[in-house]
């Protein structure tokens, strides 16, 4: 097997074959949601380049063994010394997902080669193309075809790799919906297999007082309309105090006027119906599309929809509770600030959150929120760092891909603890001083205070000189 450092060169410079390739990555991109060239280069092939980058520069030093020496060691561990490990699971299923089939899938390929693995990759329907051109890329670089296997796209095929019927599956990684996750963590659970669920989000923005609403509305129409709304961390709830005039003023003014003018976008089909009822329902219970585009046949029928901006709707509603690839967000007035905290802890999704305000203020608020990412003052684009990790809380999945974090999540730990030395104390032979010497140790060590101590000490003291201590007969240490 290859080393860390030799393993982390080969699949770091797979991000030359990237760019060499990268006219023809954007090419196999394309798709119904995918139709801005800018973003697929900007959104997923100058990350994944940044990624395989970081993995060269910084995957050896991550994935290097840590000796566990003398400091700190355990008195009776004396002649003990250890080191852990990272090792490789053995195979990893990658299953890709459709919105971002290069970054996404390209990461959580080149973290688990890394790492010294082999991979077993399903594409999402419809990637197929863009998949291959990936896994060609990777095979250019140095990679051997051997260690990356391409299965077909359809469910079947990650059904089977499950089953283990073609060979044993070690962990398996998975980008896509909540009820997705459900399913393969349901065969995942039958195989006894290890995995990381990075699923989907409902994710709240955060508007506090003195927020700069001009660029607030500027980013949420980013996040809305990027990638045609099919954004996992994209916007779908919107907090903010329902007596702050520059709110009220910048949203159903501003946001709504830039809105009306954006183009139509195609909804991708597996969201198509959910995103409609979704809607109907909240519009049916009083809800009110501030936009006043929404054309739900048009959505079911043809996938295109304009951008919906709902008011008037409950917090407890479904469509705040439920995953939503397209461009819909839910404008929540709420008293304070503690409302919007709780309204997002609650959340059984919590993938991602954005807070707007005052820095200090706004960095607080974020400390407060039990979600796995948060941009403050900004929207989306800080998670394309590769030193960050990435997953989620609650059904938004649990496992981090991405950064030194993800790097290790592809590894399990081995301990060697090698000891050297004639001296091993649990061989001793027992006799009546022993519970009085090991109390006495363990009092004198862990005390509270300095005369607790030394209480310990002197009872320590006289069960040895009682006792003859913890010694190891001739006869033991021969035998």
């Known amino acids: 097997m290859r080393s860390p450092k030799s393993r982390c060169r080969i699949v770091s410079a797979a991000r030359h074959e990237v760019a060499r390739h990268a006219d023809a990555l954007v090419a196999s991109a394309r798709s119904e949601q995918r139709v801005d060239d800018v973003e697929t280069i900007a959104a997923e092939i100058i990350p994944l380049a940044d990624a395989l980058a970081w993995i060269g520069r910084c995957g050896p030093a991550t ?3 840590r000796k566990v020496g003398l400091r700190g060691r355990p008195m009776w561990m004396w002649g003990v010394r250890s080191v852990v490990q990272r090792v490789p699971w053995g195979r990893v299923l990658v299953l890709g997902t459709w919105n971002y089939p290069i970054l996404l899938s390209g990461v959580q390929i080149a973290q688990a080669l890394a790492a010294g693995n082999s991979v077993w990759f399903k594409p999402a329907p419809g990637s197929e193309e863009v998949s291959r051109t990936l896994v060609r890329l990777f095979h250019d670089a140095g990679v051997p075809e051997s260690v990356i296997q391409i299965l077909g796209s359809d469910t079947q095929s990650a059904i089977e790799a499950l089953s283990g019927k073609n060979g044993k599956i ?3 990684v998975l980008t896509g919906s909540a009820a997705t996750g459900r399913k393969v963590m349901h065969q995942a659970a039958d195989q006894v297999t290890a995995s990381i669920m990075e699923l989907s989000g409902v994710d709240a923005v955060v508007a506090m007082p003195g927020s700069d609403w001009k660029r607030m509305v500027d980013l949420i129409r980013f996040g809305l309309l990027f990638n045609s709304g099919a954004t996992c ?5 919107l907090f903010y105090a329902a007596d702050d005039s520059s709110a009220n003023e910048a949203l159903t003014g501003d946001l ?6 954006s183009d139509c976008i195609t909804v991708h089909r597996a969201a198509r119906t959910g995103v409609a009822d ?3 329902s909240a519009i049916h219970c ?14 079911r029928s043809e996938g295109e929809m304009f951008p919906v901006v709902m008011s008037n709707v409950s917090p407890n509603h479904q469509i705040v509770k439920t995953d939503l ?3 819909v967000i839910t404008l929540m007035p709420l008293d304070s600030m503690d409302s919007a905290v709780a309204h997002i802890n609650d959340c059984p999704y919590r993938l991602a959150a954005s807070v707007f305000g005052p820095t200090a203020a706004a960095v607080e608020l974020a400390g407060r929120l039990n979600v796995g990412c948060i941009t403050v003052n900004d929207l989306v684009a800080p998670t394309a760092d590769p030193r960050l990790p990435f997953g989620g809380r609650g059904e938004s999945g649990f496992g981090v891909t991405r950064g030194p974090e993800g790097l290790l999540a592809m590894t399990t730990p081995r301990v060697i603890a090698t000891r050297s030395g004639r001296w091993v104390p649990h061989l001793s032979p027992r006799n009546d001083s022993n519970t009085e010497i090991l109390t006495g140790t363990l009092q004198m060590m862990h005390g ?3 005369r607790q101590r030394f209480a310990a000490f002197k009872r320590l003291t006289t069960a040895v000189r009682a006792g003859g201590g913890l010694k190891q007969s001739a006869k033991d240490r021969v035998q």
């Open 448 to 450: 509270r205070t300095l």
């Open 233 to 237: 961390i994209g916007p779908r709830r």
């Open 286 to 299: 009083g809800g009110i599309d501030l936009v006043g585009k929404f054309d739900s046949e048009r959505l």
């Open 325 to 327: 690839f397209a461009p």
């Open 63 to 65: 994935l290097k063994s």
């Open 256 to 261: 709504i006027r830039k809105l009306r003018q």
């Open 170 to 172: 070690d962990l398996v």
């Open 278 to 280: 979704a809607i109907e």
